[in-house]
Antibody, heavy 130, light 106 residues
Framework: EVQLVESGGGLVQPGGSLRLSCAASGFTFPRHWMSWVRQAPGKGLEWVANIKEDESEKYYADSVRGRFTVSRDNAKNSLYLQMSSLRAEDTAVYYC???????????????????????WGQGTLVSVSS | ELTQPPSVSVSPGQTARIPCSGDALPKRYAYWYQQKSGQAPVLVIYEDNKQPSGIPERFSGSSSGTVATLTISGAQVEDEADYYCYSADSNGNHWVFGGGTKLTVL
């Protein structure tokens, strides 16, 4: 069973830092792109960042670029989000999500497909307030 | 940017259609997620029209030009939720969600 468990959320003052973690199990973590997505209270979903299997590619939403850093440790089946210079508008539930992966019978290879996400964790709440 | 109507309302057994418009959709796949109150999102359609295992067959998707559509045929009360479309920009490296559509079935 695929499981994604986020941790590290909490209350932090504006300008502060926080590191979120996501522990993955039930699948071969090193094969998948991974994503962070957030949801402010009462608002919609917002994509935050994507990271390739080997960390060679990372992409960020404009709203967090330069302040947030996504990373992973494939040996520990873990995904991270280092957040700094936090603002009130960063207050949200942060979800980690697994990128899709498919097996191509003809080529005998795994491929990413369209690049969306399939499984989500339950999220961790980050509150930025003085 | 992806645009969805804020709300859609149908009676039980009717067909609900939720559109999602975006300039890059002719080149990029759309994904659809269902989110019930207090829960994490669940994938209901991927790559425009493919159904994940375990999702009821009444959920289907289509895409034509700049509009992707989630269709729930014979909507049921338990389908009440927020639905989000998700896709990438033309380069495929930056992603965006639609604003979400609240589906009411009553």
């Amino acid at each position: 069973e695929v499981q994604l468990v986020e941790s590290g959320g909490g209350l932090v003052q504006p300008g502060g830092s926080l590191r979120l973690s996501c522990a993955a199990s039930g699948f071969t973590f090193p094969r998948h792109w991974m994503s962070w997505v957030r949801q402010a209270p009462g608002k919609g979903l917002e994509w935050v960042a994507n990271i390739k299997e080997d960390e060679s590619e990372k992409y960020y939403a404009d709203s967090v670029r330069g302040r947030f850093t996504v990373s992973r440790d494939n040996a520990k089946n873990s995904l991270y989000l280092q957040m700094s210079s936090l603002r009130a508008e960063d207050t949200a539930v942060y979800y980690c999500a697994r990128g899709t992966l498919f097996w191509d019978v003809q080529s005998g290879k795994w491929y990413r497909g369209g690049g969306g996400v399939d499984y989500w964790g339950q999220g961790t709440l980050v509150s930025v307030s003085s | 940017e992806l645009t969805q109507p804020p709300s859609v309302s149908v009676s039980p057994g009717q067909t609900a259609r939720i559109p999602c418009s975006g300039d890059a959709l002719p080149k990029r796949y759309a994904y659809w997620y269902q989110q019930k109150s207090g829960q994490a999102p669940v994938l209901v359609i991927y790559e425009d029209n493919k159904q994940p295992s375990g999702i009821p067959e009444r959920f289907s998707g289509s895409s034509s030009g700049t509009v992707a559509t989630l269709t729930i045929s014979g909507a049921q009360v338990e389908d009440e939720a927020d639905y989000y479309c998700y896709s990438a920009d033309s380069n495929g490296n930056h992603w965006v969600f639609g604003g979400g559509t609240k589906l009411t079935v009553l």
